[in-house]
């Protein structure tokens, strides 16, 4: 497919995609199949392309009964009531809603482009009935995505950072990609959050009362990519925004992966089997609380709140092989005072800290497949499921840091994806992904949604992009603002 038009450095497409990750490809391919050309714009080379999404695993699906690779049911009412306690309410019902039914058949669609499903991988994630694993991972996905899309002849250019946008009131006009400029009759905005821009993190999460800024002890766990110039481009033009700033998708990781593109490896999954400290070698949070996969995404903001923005997560022996092993090993010790030593933490206090952990720990037996009754009774911050006295060396300890996986401030959608401005919607100007996420996720997160809000409404946003580049809708649209 060629551009419509060249001339003067600029050309023109039916359909500009910006952003090289799963939503941008749904988009993509979605508004291809409408019959629009299409260009994606990604900033990244090709041998990083892809964004967060080539990190994931696995999307979230409703389902009434077994379906392949999900086994048991997940019907639509659990997964809201999921999603409504992580958020505590800060997500917007209908546009919930329309993604989870969504998530009920999209596998067939997903399956058509290449992305293969395979069963759950055992450990602490208990995935099996509400989650379905990509075969060969994000990777894999993104890659089938692209090879669907280059032979439907969707072009994708790489190394093409996208700058500016140029819009007349609230219809999209161009991008620009350094002193290159594309045109197109609609748009759709998938490049990501801001998660990887460290200046607007720091801003973000401004100064604590100890005066630290925390978020400069904060890794990055996804692409570098993601610098959030097009959603702060955007909400300068006056689209409406959703979300705070300061919200993300912030879990704990190993406090020894890189700056950026550490993964899903440097997840540490053994926060429920064991207990957590702080520098101080005090515990602050129920690591018991419930199931990891509905817990774990709470941690790096409880890390960030500590000390120094840093914890440990301990265990002993009988839980060694109960986790997903992370990428970077710990030493063993025979005592807790060796290990503390190890840590930098103060040897007696940490030592007091298990000690009466211990002896508050009730008989009970210990099943990590369910909410257990091993329980904890009598502390200030008691462990209300898996507590089991850590007293069998070898011990271990995992240092925490936050990792943040991706940033909520979003662009505000109706069930179109259209991008709003003063609460009107544009007709040419769609957003999905990350971008957009907030409008389901003010807060909080349950494993598996991220993909599902990207293909739901990556695919939505692809259509009617081309919808109204094809269907002459932009005129007769442009009356009713
Ligand atoms: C380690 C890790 C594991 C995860 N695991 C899961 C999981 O198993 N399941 C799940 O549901 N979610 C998971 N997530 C979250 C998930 O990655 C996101 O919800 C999802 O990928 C968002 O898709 P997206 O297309 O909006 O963003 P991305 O996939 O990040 O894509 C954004 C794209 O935009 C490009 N871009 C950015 N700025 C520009 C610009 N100015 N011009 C042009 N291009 C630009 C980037 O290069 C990138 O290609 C995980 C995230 C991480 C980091």
Not at 277 to 303: C, M, T
């Amino acid at each position: 497919m060629v551009a419509k038009a060249q001339k003067n450095n600029s050309e023109s497409y039916d359909v500009l995609v910006i952003g090289g990750g799963n939503a941008a490809l749904c988009a993509a391919l979605s508004a291809r199949e409408q019959g629009a050309s299409v260009l994606i714009l990604e900033s990244a080379p090709k041998e990083w392309r892809g964004g967060n999404s080539a990190h994931t695993r696995n999307l979230r699906c409703m389902h009434n009964k077994p379906q392949d690779v999900l086994v048991d049911s997940y019907p639509e009412e659990e997964f809201w009531q999921d999603l409504r306690a992580v958020t505590g309410g800060h997500t917007n019902e209908k546009l919930a809603r329309m993604v989870i039914r969504s998530t009920e058949h999209c596998r067939k669609w997903m399956r058509k482009h290449g992305v293969n499903f395979q069963a759950s991988l055992s450990g602490s994630l208990q995935l099996s009935r509400t989650n379905a694993f990509f075969m060969g991972g994000g990777k894999a996905l993104v890659n089938a995505y692209f090879r669907s899309a280059e032979n439907m002849g969707v072009q994708v250019r790489y190394n093409s950072p996208v700058d500016k946008i140029e819009m007349d009131g609230s219809r999209f006009v161009a991008a620009y990609s350094g002193n290159h400029k594309i045109y197109a009759r609609s748009c759709v905005l998938a490049a990501g959050g801001f998660e990887s821009n460290l200046e607007w993190l720091r801003e973000a999460w401004g100064q604590n009362e100890r005066g630290e800024w925390p978020a400069e002890n904060f890794l990055i766990r996804g692409t570098r990519f993601n610098q959030g110039v097009l959603l702060r481009e955007m909400l300068d033009m006056g689209a409406d925004g959703i979300g705070e700033p300061s919200q993300s998708h912030c879990v704990a990781i190993d406090a020894r992966a890189p700056l950026y593109d550490g993964g899903i490896c440097t997840r540490i999954d053994c926060v429920s089997l064991g207990i957590v400290v702080n520098r101080e070698g005090h515990r602050f949070h129920d690591e018991g609380e419930d199931f990891w996969p509905k817990r774990y995404a709470i941690w790096g903001r409880l890390v960030a709140n500590q000390p120094g923005q840093i914890a440990y997560s301990i265990i002993d022996s009988k839980v060694f092989n109960k986790f997903m092993p992370p990428v970077f090993p710990s030493q063993s010790f025979q005592t807790i005072a060796e290990l503390a030593e190890h840590l930098g933490l103060d040897p007696q206090t940490l030592t007091q800290t298990i000690e009466k952990y211990n002896a508050a720990c009730q008989p009970g037996t210990f099943d990590h497949n369910i909410l257990d009754d091993c329980h904890t009774q009598g502390l200030k911050i008691n462990k209300t499921h898996w507590a089991q006295p850590i007293d069998t060396p070898p011990y271990k300890a995992y240092p925490l840091r936050p990792g943040i996986t991706f940033t909520y401030l979003g662009l505000k959608v109706n069930e179109h994806a259209a991008v709003h401005f003063d609460g009107i919607p544009s007709n040419n100007l769609f957003v999905a992904g990350e971008m957009m996420a907030g409008n389901i996720l003010g807060k909080g997160y349950i494993a598996g949604v991220g993909m599902s809000i990207g293909t739901v409404f990556g695919r939505i946003a692809g259509t009617r992009a081309a919808e109204a580049a094809l269907a002459g809708q932009i005129n007769h649209l442009e009356k009713v603002i």
